[in-house]
């Protein structure tokens, strides 16, 4: 998803108001005027959202973020209308509504996008070629984590049986683990390391897979793995994610569109601290925070982010690591950014050297 900041400012002839639903949607049509034209329920399906809007003038049609959102915008704009998908958590601030049900919200969409399309926070949905293939990404993340929870059980089950399972890598865990499950636990457990073994040889199928669709699709996500802690897996999602990297005037929007930046609550003197607003893509900023964990741990290389990451976690204070980790995500998210647009290479001791100058 991205920010959508060219919006047409005139009044269409017609706004739809479209309330989708998992199996029925609601539209609420209103004219120039702000009258009501006609409401109506429709199949969320292809067929039915091309039954109600394929033969009519162009429009623009109004819904909301959610899990049928990216294929129906998609689908209206190629019907030939003006699809605008809101953001209803920057709309609401995350306060929950009153009163809700399908037919008001298709009224409230109608009528916010006819009056005022920026009261909307509209958002863009990336192509559906790099939705495909973020979701293969996410697919294989599902499976490493499938994988973990089974080798925390079994390690956990042997633990508690009073012996213990030697430590390892998760692509060797199936193989040790199968000559040093207890007899007794066997007929229990084996068949949980079968599984894992099964996830194992799937997960590095699906790296090798994840690996062609860089080489051939996205080739500037291997330019982006030159800082230290950036992997493959990080790159590509980070380029999957963003997908356009000049819809950002400065790289340093790119942090809080991965919703690392602190919370706003300034009003009149009081601007307490406040947790990062965690907008955007959670896998993607999940990704980045574990790349700032690596700088900062004991095998990260001495670079320009860990000394301003370390910086930050010397001056103490309550949750000073955690503060760290996140600033140096935040600035390794801009470096990318940079990185991507400048097609430049990475030199992790420039600010050193700038300073040194």
């Known amino acids: 998803m991205s920010h959508n900041s060219t919006m047409t400012p005139r009044v ?5 108001g479209l309330d989708l639903g998992d199996r029925t949607s609601r539209t609420y049509d209103v004219n120039a005027d702000g009258e009501c034209e006609s409401e109506a329920t429709v199949s969320t399906t292809v067929a039915g959202m091309t039954h109600c809007f394929g033969n009519r003038e162009r429009c623009r049609v109004v819904l909301e973020v959610g899990t049928h959102s ?16 809101a953001n209803p958590s920057a709309m609401f601030a995350g306060a929950p509504r009153r009163r809700r049900n399908d037919r008001l919200d298709a009224r409230f969409l109608a009528r916010q996008g006819r009056a005022d ?8 949905h990336r192509s559906a070629e790099a939705q495909r293939d973020l979701e293969s990404l996410r697919a294989r993340d599902q499976l490493v984590a499938v994988r973990t929870k089974l080798i925390n059980h079994v390690r956990g089950a042997v633990k508690s049986s009073g012996a213990r399972l030697s430590r390892c890598s998760a692509e060797a865990f199936a193989k040790r683990a199968a000559g040093e499950v207890p007899p007794e636990l066997a007929p229990a457990l084996m068949a949980l390391v079968e599984v894992i073994a099964d996830l194992t040889r799937r997960i590095a199928r699906a790296e090798g897979q994840l690996a062609a669709i860089t080489r051939e699709r996205y080739p500037i996500a291997q330019r982006l793995q030159q800082p230290a802690g950036v992997g493959p897996l990080t790159a590509l999602a980070f380029v999957l994610v963003i997908e356009d990297p000049h819809r950002f005037r400065k790289s340093r929007d790119v942090g809080p569109y991965f919703g690392l930046v602190p919370r706003l609550d300034d009003s009149g003197d009081s601007t307490p601290q406040l947790r990062i607003s965690k907008a955007g893509d959670e896998f993607g900023r999940r990704l980045l925070v574990s790349a700032a964990q690596y700088m900062l741990g004991p095998f990260g290389p001495d670079c320009d982010l860990r000394r301003y990451g370390t910086a930050i976690a010397k001056r103490g204070g309550k949750n000073a690591k955690k503060r760290a980790v996140v600033a140096v995500a935040r600035k390794l998210a801009v470096l990318l950014h940079q990185l991507w647009i400048s097609g430049a290479t990475y030199d992790a001791d420039y600010q050193l050297k700038r300073r040194a100058a």
């Open 117 to 124: 399309v920026e009261l909307l926070y509209p958002i863009t």
């Open 12 to 16: 269409p002839k017609v706004t739809i």
């Open 70 to 85: 990216p294929w129906v915008s998609r689908l209206l704009e190629q019907l030939g209308h003006e699809a605008i998908v």
